[in-house]
T-cell receptor, first 113, second 115 residues
């Protein structure tokens, strides 16, 4: 069964460093998403991406964040200068037409020291 | 403001027992309501999806109900198993979210099934 994959599973970084979280969505999906979940809190929408551009973003998704689909398979989330409060699980999701639902990856746990 | 509230926050039951989790939402209009299961440290996995016109949807031992008039949904788990221990998250997709399926998540109910 096709699935969304994410790498790395756990990333530890120093405050102020740049990180890139990687996702491989399901191959025939066209819509891609990033969510984050701070420990003990609810999952929060960050950004949606379609047709090589951002279609919607939340207020969390400020200038420190960017997304890219550098090739036909990868979908990345870059945080330019990490802050302590960026520590969270980051989930990638992709959406197909049938079934019309989002499939989530296993997440990347980001720890900012 | 679009919100999804869940209760209880946490629940402990014995293996083999049934339980019901509640979800109240203010998202209106909405396109569909989903229940996800999230194991610790993993991504959410879809259990059921209901459109605003559906009242109930089953997936094995999981049965979800929806009352669009009172804006309430429930997830009933029958004959619980140890592997049911997880967070159960109610998620609503607003009707008008730019067509890009932005989802609004509840905080989840953390279920622990004990032997």
């Amino acid at each position: 069964e096709p699935e969304v994959t994410q790498t790395p599973s756990h990333q530890v970084t120093q405050m102020g460093q740049e990180v890139i979280l990687r996702c491989v969505p399901i191959s025939n999906h066209l819509y891609f998403y990033w969510y984050r979940q701070i420990l003990g809190q609810k999952v929060e929408f960050l950004v949606s991406f379609y047709n090589n551009e951002i279609s919607e973003k939340s207020e969390i998704f400020d200038d420190q964040f960017s997304v890219e689909r550098p090739d036909g398979s990868n979908f990345t989330l870059k945080i330019r200068s990490t802050k302590l409060e960026d520590s969270a699980m980051y989930f990638c999701a992709s959406l197909g037409l049938a079934p019309n639902e989002q499939f989530f990856g296993p997440g990347t746990r980001l720890t900012v020291l | 403001k679009n919100q999804v509230e869940q209760s209880p926050q946490s629940l402990i039951i014995l293996e083999g027992k049934n339980c019901t989790l509640q979800c109240n939402y203010t998202v209106s209009p909405f396109s569909n309501l989903r229940w996800y299961k999230q194991d610790t440290g993993r991504g959410p996995v879809s259990l059921t999806i209901m459109t605003f016109s559906e009242n109930t949807k089953s997936n094995g031992r999981y049965t979800a109900t929806l009352d669009a008039d009172t804006k309430q949904s429930s997830l009933h788990i029958t004959a619980s198993q140890l592997s049911d221990s997880a967070s159960y998250i109610c998620v609503v997709r607003p009707m008008f979210s730019g067509g890009y399926n932005k989802l609004i998540f509840g905080a989840g109910t953390r279920l622990a099934v004990h032997p």
